[in-house]
Protein backbone atom coordinates (compact mmCIF):
# COMPACT_ATOMS: atom_id res chain seq x y z
CA UNK A 1 0.00 0.00 0.00
CA UNK A 2 1.14 3.57 -1.19
CA UNK A 3 0.20 5.54 2.07
CA UNK A 4 2.32 3.10 4.31
CA UNK A 5 5.42 3.33 2.30
CA UNK A 6 4.55 7.57 2.37
CA UNK A 7 4.27 7.15 5.98
CA UNK A 8 7.72 5.43 6.32
CA UNK A 9 9.71 8.39 4.47
CA UNK A 10 7.52 10.24 6.85
CA UNK A 11 9.58 9.10 9.22
CA UNK A 12 12.73 8.81 7.40
CA UNK A 13 12.95 12.40 6.63
CA UNK A 14 12.34 12.96 10.72
CA UNK A 15 9.32 14.42 10.39
CA UNK A 16 5.45 14.35 12.46
CA UNK A 17 3.59 14.57 9.82
CA UNK A 18 3.13 15.70 6.15
CA UNK A 19 0.52 17.70 4.83
CA UNK A 20 -0.88 17.13 1.45
CA UNK A 21 -2.66 19.83 -0.49
CA UNK A 22 -2.41 19.74 -4.21
CA UNK A 23 -5.38 17.61 -6.00
CA UNK A 24 -3.24 15.27 -7.78
CA UNK A 25 -1.67 13.69 -4.91
CA UNK A 26 -4.92 13.96 -2.46
CA UNK A 27 -6.33 11.51 -5.03
CA UNK A 28 -3.37 9.64 -5.47
CA UNK A 29 -3.18 8.97 -1.65
CA UNK A 30 -7.19 8.68 -1.07
CA UNK A 31 -8.73 8.11 -4.50
CA UNK A 32 -11.25 10.21 -3.50
CA UNK A 33 -11.89 13.15 -6.16
CA UNK A 34 -12.38 16.58 -4.50
CA UNK A 35 -12.21 20.08 -5.60
CA UNK A 36 -11.28 21.31 -2.09
CA UNK A 37 -9.36 18.77 0.11
CA UNK A 38 -6.29 18.36 1.93
CA UNK A 39 -4.47 15.16 3.55
CA UNK A 40 -2.35 15.28 6.38
CA UNK A 41 -0.21 11.90 7.49
CA UNK A 42 1.25 11.52 10.30
CA UNK A 43 3.24 8.99 11.87
CA UNK A 44 0.24 6.55 12.88
CA UNK A 45 -2.97 8.43 11.30
CA UNK A 46 -4.72 9.54 8.07
CA UNK A 47 -6.65 12.39 8.11
CA UNK A 48 -8.41 13.81 4.92
CA UNK A 49 -9.78 17.12 5.17
CA UNK A 50 -12.69 18.59 3.02
CA UNK A 51 -15.66 21.37 3.31
CA UNK A 52 -19.30 20.17 3.19
CA UNK A 53 -19.98 19.68 0.03
CA UNK A 54 -17.71 16.27 0.06
CA UNK A 55 -18.05 15.32 4.05
CA UNK A 56 -20.55 12.84 4.05
CA UNK A 57 -19.17 11.33 0.87
CA UNK A 58 -15.84 11.01 1.91
CA UNK A 59 -16.75 9.59 4.83
CA UNK A 60 -18.59 6.54 3.42
CA UNK A 61 -15.75 5.90 1.17
CA UNK A 62 -12.65 6.37 2.90
CA UNK A 63 -13.61 4.15 5.93
CA UNK A 64 -9.97 3.84 7.55
CA UNK A 65 -9.28 7.41 7.36
CA UNK A 66 -10.31 10.28 9.83
CA UNK A 67 -12.37 12.63 8.31
CA UNK A 68 -12.43 15.92 8.94
CA UNK A 69 -15.33 18.51 7.51
CA UNK A 70 -13.22 21.81 6.70
CA UNK A 71 -14.90 24.93 8.13
CA UNK A 72 -17.37 23.27 10.53
CA UNK A 73 -19.19 25.72 12.52
CA UNK A 74 -18.61 28.94 10.41
CA UNK A 75 -14.91 28.35 11.13
CA UNK A 76 -12.97 30.25 8.48
CA UNK A 77 -10.95 27.36 6.19
CA UNK A 78 -7.55 28.38 6.71
CA UNK A 79 -8.07 29.03 11.01
CA UNK A 80 -9.75 25.44 10.73
CA UNK A 81 -6.63 24.13 8.84
CA UNK A 82 -4.15 25.60 11.28
CA UNK A 83 -6.17 24.28 14.28
CA UNK A 84 -5.89 20.74 12.42
CA UNK A 85 -2.40 20.71 12.08
CA UNK A 86 -1.57 22.70 15.55
CA UNK A 87 -3.53 19.81 17.18
CA UNK A 88 -2.68 16.82 14.91
CA UNK A 89 0.77 17.66 12.88
CA UNK A 90 2.88 17.53 15.51
CA UNK A 91 6.34 19.90 15.75
CA UNK A 92 7.56 19.12 12.17
CA UNK A 93 5.54 19.14 9.15
CA UNK A 94 6.75 18.48 5.85
CA UNK A 95 4.48 20.61 2.76
CA UNK A 96 4.32 20.22 -1.07
CA UNK A 97 6.85 23.60 -1.62
CA UNK A 98 6.71 22.75 -5.18
CA UNK A 99 2.63 22.90 -5.49
CA UNK A 100 2.13 25.61 -2.62
CA UNK A 101 1.04 29.40 -3.81
CA UNK A 102 2.73 31.50 -1.99
CA UNK A 103 -0.37 33.31 -1.23
CA UNK A 104 -1.81 29.96 0.17
CA UNK A 105 1.89 29.27 2.52
CA UNK A 106 1.40 33.14 3.65
CA UNK A 107 -2.21 32.73 5.09
CA UNK A 108 -1.54 29.13 6.68
CA UNK A 109 1.23 30.80 8.75
CA UNK A 110 -0.33 33.28 9.49
CA UNK A 111 2.08 36.49 7.74
CA UNK A 112 -1.18 38.83 7.57
CA UNK A 113 -0.89 39.03 11.10
CA UNK A 114 -4.37 37.85 11.85
CA UNK A 115 -5.09 37.59 15.32
CA UNK A 116 -6.24 33.61 15.05
CA UNK A 117 -4.09 31.50 16.66
CA UNK A 118 -0.63 31.21 15.04
CA UNK A 119 0.63 28.14 13.43
CA UNK A 120 2.94 26.64 16.37
CA UNK A 121 4.70 23.89 13.95
CA UNK A 122 7.93 24.03 11.63
CA UNK A 123 6.82 23.65 7.96
CA UNK A 124 9.60 21.85 6.03
CA UNK A 125 8.83 22.33 2.41
CA UNK A 126 9.54 19.27 -0.45
CA UNK A 127 9.68 19.38 -4.03
CA UNK A 128 8.89 15.86 -5.57
CA UNK A 129 7.50 14.63 -2.55
CA UNK A 130 5.63 11.96 -4.31
CA UNK A 131 7.13 11.48 -7.32
CA UNK A 132 9.12 7.97 -6.01
CA UNK A 133 5.99 6.45 -5.26
CA UNK A 134 3.94 7.82 -8.28
CA UNK A 135 6.65 7.20 -10.86
CA UNK A 136 6.04 3.43 -11.00
CA UNK A 137 2.38 2.39 -10.87
CA UNK A 138 0.78 -0.45 -9.38
CA UNK A 139 -0.65 -3.13 -11.60
CA UNK A 140 -4.18 -1.64 -10.73
CA UNK A 141 -3.32 1.54 -12.01
CA UNK A 142 -1.79 0.36 -15.14
CA UNK A 143 -5.41 -1.58 -15.70
CA UNK A 144 -7.24 1.36 -15.27
CA UNK A 145 -4.69 3.53 -18.03
CA UNK A 146 -5.27 0.63 -20.30
CA UNK A 147 -8.67 0.98 -19.91
CA UNK A 148 -8.70 4.68 -20.92
CA UNK A 149 -6.32 3.68 -23.95
CA UNK A 150 -8.53 1.66 -25.30
CA UNK A 151 -11.66 3.78 -25.11
CA UNK A 152 -9.31 6.49 -26.45
CA UNK A 153 -8.85 4.46 -29.49
CA UNK A 154 -12.42 3.57 -30.01
CA UNK A 155 -13.00 7.38 -29.73
CA UNK A 156 -10.21 7.97 -32.45
CA UNK A 157 -12.04 5.26 -34.89
CA UNK A 158 -15.57 7.05 -34.26
CA UNK A 159 -14.39 10.51 -35.33
CA UNK A 160 -12.46 9.83 -38.53
CA UNK A 161 -15.39 9.24 -40.35
CA UNK A 162 -17.16 12.63 -38.88
CA UNK A 163 -13.84 14.77 -40.16
CA UNK A 164 -15.12 15.98 -43.36
CA UNK A 165 -18.19 17.36 -41.70
CA UNK A 166 -16.13 19.40 -39.22
CA UNK A 167 -16.87 22.87 -40.36
CA UNK A 168 -13.63 23.78 -38.42
CA UNK A 169 -10.68 22.52 -35.98
CA UNK A 170 -13.20 23.65 -32.77
CA UNK A 171 -16.04 21.66 -34.42
CA UNK A 172 -13.76 18.82 -34.82
CA UNK A 173 -12.97 19.32 -31.23
CA UNK A 174 -16.13 18.66 -30.16
CA UNK A 175 -16.87 15.82 -31.76
CA UNK A 176 -13.91 14.15 -30.29
CA UNK A 177 -15.31 15.78 -26.72
CA UNK A 178 -18.68 14.14 -27.21
CA UNK A 179 -16.92 11.02 -28.11
CA UNK A 180 -14.97 11.02 -24.94
CA UNK A 181 -18.28 11.24 -22.94
CA UNK A 182 -19.92 8.79 -24.75
CA UNK A 183 -17.01 6.18 -24.28
CA UNK A 184 -17.14 6.88 -20.54
CA UNK A 185 -14.87 9.19 -20.00
CA UNK A 186 -14.98 12.03 -17.32
CA UNK A 187 -13.57 14.28 -19.58
CA UNK A 188 -10.27 15.72 -21.89
CA UNK A 189 -7.04 15.23 -20.10
CA UNK A 190 -5.74 18.18 -21.51
CA UNK A 191 -7.66 19.98 -24.22
CA UNK A 192 -7.46 18.30 -27.41
CA UNK A 193 -5.21 20.11 -30.81
CA UNK A 194 -6.71 19.53 -34.04
CA UNK A 195 -4.01 21.15 -36.34
CA UNK A 196 -5.36 21.52 -39.81
CA UNK A 197 -2.65 21.75 -43.03
CA UNK A 198 0.13 24.06 -42.20
CA UNK A 199 -0.70 24.35 -38.50
CA UNK A 200 0.04 20.97 -37.63
CA UNK A 201 3.32 22.16 -38.00
CA UNK A 202 3.01 23.83 -34.73
CA UNK A 203 3.64 20.98 -31.90
CA UNK A 204 1.22 22.24 -29.65
CA UNK A 205 -0.89 24.37 -31.80
CA UNK A 206 -4.09 25.91 -30.24
CA UNK A 207 -7.31 24.35 -31.62
CA UNK A 208 -9.08 27.55 -33.93
CA UNK A 209 -11.94 28.46 -35.94
CA UNK A 210 -9.39 27.86 -38.70
CA UNK A 211 -11.15 25.42 -41.09
CA UNK A 212 -10.50 21.22 -41.82
CA UNK A 213 -9.50 21.13 -45.60
CA UNK A 214 -9.37 18.61 -47.82
CA UNK A 215 -5.77 17.29 -49.34
CA UNK A 216 -4.23 18.80 -46.18
CA UNK A 217 -3.12 16.54 -42.64
CA UNK A 218 -5.11 17.23 -39.73
CA UNK A 219 -3.00 16.08 -36.49
CA UNK A 220 -5.05 14.80 -33.86
CA UNK A 221 -3.47 14.82 -30.01
CA UNK A 222 -5.97 13.97 -27.47
CA UNK A 223 -7.03 11.85 -24.28
CA UNK A 224 -9.27 11.52 -22.07
CA UNK A 225 -9.07 11.12 -18.04
CA UNK A 226 -11.10 7.54 -17.19
CA UNK A 227 -11.64 6.72 -13.30
CA UNK A 228 -9.25 9.58 -12.39
CA UNK A 229 -6.16 8.69 -14.60
CA UNK A 230 -4.98 10.26 -18.05
CA UNK A 231 -4.47 8.88 -21.65
CA UNK A 232 -2.46 10.56 -24.16
CA UNK A 233 -2.35 9.57 -27.97
CA UNK A 234 -1.57 11.75 -31.22
CA UNK A 235 -2.20 10.62 -34.99
CA UNK A 236 -1.96 12.57 -38.21
CA UNK A 237 -4.74 11.69 -41.01
CA UNK A 238 -4.49 12.60 -44.12
CA UNK A 239 -7.56 14.21 -45.84
CA UNK A 240 -7.83 13.80 -49.84
CA UNK A 241 -4.13 14.11 -51.13
CA UNK A 242 -1.43 13.26 -49.45
CA UNK A 243 1.50 15.79 -50.17
CA UNK A 244 4.79 13.70 -51.15
CA UNK A 245 7.16 15.40 -48.17
CA UNK A 246 4.74 15.08 -45.49
CA UNK A 247 4.11 11.56 -46.46
CA UNK A 248 7.98 11.21 -46.49
CA UNK A 249 8.25 12.87 -42.86
CA UNK A 250 5.39 10.47 -41.65
CA UNK A 251 7.56 7.19 -42.39
CA UNK A 252 10.62 8.67 -40.83
CA UNK A 253 8.27 9.49 -37.80
CA UNK A 254 7.11 5.99 -37.81
CA UNK A 255 10.05 4.58 -37.76
CA UNK A 256 11.67 6.63 -35.18
CA UNK A 257 8.61 5.73 -32.91
CA UNK A 258 8.95 1.99 -33.55
CA UNK A 259 12.63 2.39 -32.83
CA UNK A 260 12.47 4.46 -29.42
CA UNK A 261 9.63 1.26 -28.70
CA UNK A 262 12.06 -1.20 -28.98
CA UNK A 263 14.73 0.48 -26.65
CA UNK A 264 12.14 0.40 -23.51
CA UNK A 265 13.10 -1.81 -20.93
CA UNK A 266 13.75 -1.14 -16.73
CA UNK A 267 16.89 0.02 -15.82
CA UNK A 268 17.59 1.92 -19.03
CA UNK A 269 18.36 5.69 -19.53
CA UNK A 270 15.62 8.06 -21.37
CA UNK A 271 18.17 9.70 -23.18
CA UNK A 272 19.33 6.74 -24.62
CA UNK A 273 15.21 6.23 -25.77
CA UNK A 274 15.44 10.00 -26.90
CA UNK A 275 18.48 9.34 -28.48
CA UNK A 276 17.20 6.23 -30.80
CA UNK A 277 14.17 8.42 -31.88
CA UNK A 278 16.51 12.26 -32.39
CA UNK A 279 19.03 9.60 -34.43
CA UNK A 280 16.79 7.87 -36.85
CA UNK A 281 15.31 11.45 -37.94
CA UNK A 282 19.00 13.01 -38.16
CA UNK A 283 19.61 10.48 -40.22
CA UNK A 284 17.20 11.49 -43.02
CA UNK A 285 18.41 15.13 -42.40
CA UNK A 286 15.49 16.68 -40.60
CA UNK A 287 17.21 16.97 -36.73
CA UNK A 288 16.45 20.27 -36.98
CA UNK A 289 12.55 20.01 -37.02
CA UNK A 290 12.07 17.53 -33.59
CA UNK A 291 11.28 20.18 -31.60
CA UNK A 292 10.23 18.61 -28.44
CA UNK A 293 11.50 15.21 -25.90
CA UNK A 294 10.65 11.93 -27.29
CA UNK A 295 7.89 11.55 -24.35
CA UNK A 296 7.02 12.04 -20.72
CA UNK A 297 5.59 10.15 -17.92
CA UNK A 298 1.43 9.69 -17.28
CA UNK A 299 -1.18 8.73 -14.51
CA UNK A 300 -3.16 10.77 -12.80
CA UNK A 301 -1.57 14.09 -14.45
CA UNK A 302 -0.79 14.31 -17.85
CA UNK A 303 2.51 15.36 -17.51
CA UNK A 304 4.39 13.24 -15.25
CA UNK A 305 8.23 11.80 -14.17
CA UNK A 306 10.25 10.88 -16.19
CA UNK A 307 10.84 13.47 -19.42
CA UNK A 308 11.86 11.16 -21.79
CA UNK A 309 14.63 13.84 -23.22
CA UNK A 310 18.41 13.94 -24.19
CA UNK A 311 18.99 16.07 -21.32
CA UNK A 312 17.29 13.74 -18.75
CA UNK A 313 19.77 11.39 -16.88
CA UNK A 314 17.14 9.41 -15.50
CA UNK A 315 16.48 5.52 -15.29
CA UNK A 316 13.72 3.98 -16.12
CA UNK A 317 11.76 1.70 -13.63
CA UNK A 318 9.35 -1.52 -13.89
CA UNK A 319 6.25 -0.20 -14.11
CA UNK A 320 6.35 3.59 -15.37
CA UNK A 321 3.83 4.42 -18.01
CA UNK A 322 4.94 7.04 -20.45
CA UNK A 323 4.48 8.21 -24.01
CA UNK A 324 6.50 7.87 -27.37
CA UNK A 325 5.35 10.70 -29.14
CA UNK A 326 8.60 11.91 -31.81
CA UNK A 327 7.27 14.51 -34.36
CA UNK A 328 8.98 16.52 -37.45
CA UNK A 329 7.47 19.93 -37.83
CA UNK A 330 8.27 21.60 -41.28
CA UNK A 331 7.42 25.61 -40.88
CA UNK A 332 4.50 26.75 -42.83
CA UNK A 333 3.66 23.20 -44.56
CA UNK A 334 2.74 20.52 -42.24
CA UNK A 335 3.96 18.06 -39.66
CA UNK A 336 4.05 14.83 -38.18
CA UNK A 337 3.75 13.80 -34.60
CA UNK A 338 2.78 10.05 -33.94
CA UNK A 339 2.47 9.24 -29.94
CA UNK A 340 1.58 5.69 -28.53
CA UNK A 341 1.72 5.14 -24.36
CA UNK A 342 3.92 2.27 -23.42
CA UNK A 343 4.34 0.35 -20.07
CA UNK A 344 7.97 -0.03 -18.85
CA UNK A 345 8.31 -3.89 -18.44
CA UNK A 346 11.71 -5.55 -16.86
CA UNK A 347 13.09 -6.75 -19.95
CA UNK A 348 10.42 -4.63 -22.79
CA UNK A 349 8.06 -1.70 -23.67
CA UNK A 350 3.80 -2.91 -23.32
CA UNK A 351 1.99 -0.85 -26.00
CA UNK A 352 -1.00 -0.04 -24.38
CA UNK A 353 -2.36 1.80 -27.76
CA UNK A 354 -3.72 -0.36 -29.99
CA UNK A 355 -4.50 2.20 -33.25
CA UNK A 356 -1.95 0.74 -35.67
CA UNK A 357 1.00 3.27 -36.78
CA UNK A 358 0.03 3.09 -40.48
CA UNK A 359 -0.84 6.08 -42.30
CA UNK A 360 -4.51 6.79 -42.89
CA UNK A 361 -6.11 8.30 -45.71
CA UNK A 362 -9.37 9.78 -45.61
CA UNK A 363 -12.12 11.24 -48.22
Known amino acids: MKVEEVIKKIKEKNLDSFFVSSRANVFYLSHFSSSNAFILLTQTEKFFITDSRYYEAAKEVLKNWNVIQLGEKNKNQIDHLREILNEYGGEKVGFEEDRTTI ?27 FDQFRVSKT ?21 LPLIPSA ?56 GMVYKGYCSDFTRVIFYGEVDPEIEKIYQIVKEAHITAVEKVKAGISVREIDKAARDIIKKYGYGDYFLHSTGHGVGIEIHEPPRVSEKSEEILQENTVITIEPGIYIPHKGGVRLENIVVVRKNRAEVLTETPLDQVVIG
Open 139 to 159: EEEIQIIKEAVKKTDRVFESI
Open 167 to 222: KNELDLRRMIINEIFLQGGTGESFPAIVASGKNSAIPHHETSYDPVEKNNPVLIDM
Open 103 to 129: AFYKKLVNKEGSKTESLKCQLVGFSGF
